[in-house]
T-cell receptor, first 116, second 113 residues
Framework: DTGVSQNPRHKITKRGQNVTFRCDPI?????LYWYRQTLGQGPEFLTY????????KSRLLSDRFSAERPKGSFSTLEIQRTEQGDSAMYLC??????????????FGPGTRLTVL | AQSVTQPDIHITVSEGASLELRCNYS??????LFWYVQSPGQGLQLLLK??????LVQGIKGFEAEFKRSQSSFNLRKPSVHWSDAAEYFC???????????FGTGTSLTVIP
């Protein structure tokens, strides 16, 4: 494994349906991040895990969004009752480091969600 | 609060010409600054980063950036652009907790032959 992988790469769903995305980070990385990127914008932070603990959440992460990293390896991001405004690219990144350390985040290719 | 501004939404340069992409940040302490490139269908790739020390940092693909504290800037430069450099470029600043990046809105680069 040479990088962060995300599945699926594309997801089309109808409004009101639930969707789940998966991220597999670089194997030795203990930190995992989710970002959302809409057209013409830079990525916006959603949430962050240190191992299995979700340590930080953006206010962008409404109660319809939930993220897990049950064993400190892969992570899932679920969106319930999708809305058209959820249409975006969802990016996952991982890094290796301790608290307060700044290390390069390696990004996956993203999952593009289209809500009809 | 941290923020990043990339004033140029779109830039067009001729192949072989020099390039400068602007980035201004807002941060209360010593910033941790990054430039990423995003090609269609590809993930974000780190070009270079500044944590401390020499204010002129070298990156991959012939890119460099200069940190200027007095101007709150971290502009990206390349002396001679190649057609393969056409992509979206994002400047980012690391949060004071080290837990997230704040990205600018990006600059789209077009390279004409």
């Amino acid at each position: 494994d040479t990088g962060v992988s995300q599945n699926p790469r594309h997801k089309i769903t109808k409004r009101g349906q639930n969707v789940t995305f998966r991220c597999d980070p670089i194997s030795e990385h203990n930190r995992l991040y989710w970002y959302r990127q809409t057209l013409g914008q830079g990525p916006e932070f959603l949430t962050y895990f240190q191992n299995e603990a979700q340590l930080e959440k953006s206010r962008l992460l409404s109660d319809r969004f939930s993220a897990e990293r049950p064993k400190g390896s892969f992570s899932t991001l679920e969106i319930q009752r999708t809305e058209q405004g959820d249409s975006a690219m969802y990016l996952c990144a991982s890094s290796l480091g301790g608290a307060g350390e700044y290390n390069e985040q390696f990004f996956g290719p993203g999952t593009r969600l289209t809500v009809l | 609060a941290q923020s990043v501004t990339q004033p140029d939404i779109h830039i067009t340069v001729s192949e072989g010409a020099s390039l400068e992409l602007r980035c201004n940040y807002s941060y209360g302490a010593t910033p941790y600054l990054f430039w990423y490139v995003q090609s269609p269908g590809q993930g974000l790739q780190l070009l270079l980063k500044y944590f401390s020390g020499d204010t002129l940092v070298q990156g991959i693909k012939g890119f460099e950036a200069e940190f200027k504290r007095s101007q709150s800037s971290f502009n990206l430069r390349k002396p001679s652009v190649h057609w393969s450099d056409a992509a979206e470029y994002f400047c980012a600043v690391g949060s004071n907790t080290g837990n997230q990046f704040y990205f600018g809105t990006g600059t789209s680069l077009t390279v004409i032959p």
